[in-house]
Nanobody
Framework: VQLVESGGGLVQAGGSLRLSCAAS????????MAWYRQGPGKQRELVAS????????NYADSVKGRFTISRDNAKNNVYLQMNSLKPEDTAVYYC????????????????WGQGTQVTVSS
């Protein structure tokens, strides 16, 4: 399983970015996907998550109303649309996936991408 993020960069406060995560999961099935972030000197925190099946979503309070998580199940991709960005959104953003091996669904595995830097200038 491999997760590859893209879409990070430098943006001014109030601007927008769209992060993408492409998952290579041959032989596995994705259950949940999420975006986490880790700012300078901070612990990694959950930004948004989306579950398989009903595509229910969950957001950190700090990003509600500004960020939107979505997924393309056919492509095993997950996206994070980030609007009205603030300097405090500056962080390395990580893609996360919880997967199960096809035929062995009782055991789940967790995978992380390498991270993509998002920098918001004031």
């Amino acid at each position: 399983v491999q997760l590859v993020e893209s879409g990070g960069g430098l943006v001014q406060a109030g601007g927008s970015l769209r992060l993408s995560c492409a998952a290579s999961i041959s032989g596995f099935s994705i259950k949940d996907m999420a975006w986490y972030r880790q700012g300078p000197g901070k612990q990694r925190e959950l930004v948004a998550s989306i579950t398989s099946g009903d595509d229910s979503t969950n957001y950190a309070d700090s990003v509600k109303g500004r960020f939107t998580i979505s997924r393309d199940n056919a492509k095993n991709n997950v996206y994070l649309q980030m609007n009205s960005l603030k300097p405090e959104d500056t962080a390395v953003y990580y893609c996360y996936a919880r997967v199960v091996r096809v035929g062995y669904e009782w055991t789940a595995f967790q995978y992380w991408g390498q991270g993509t830097q998002v920098t918001v200038s004031s």
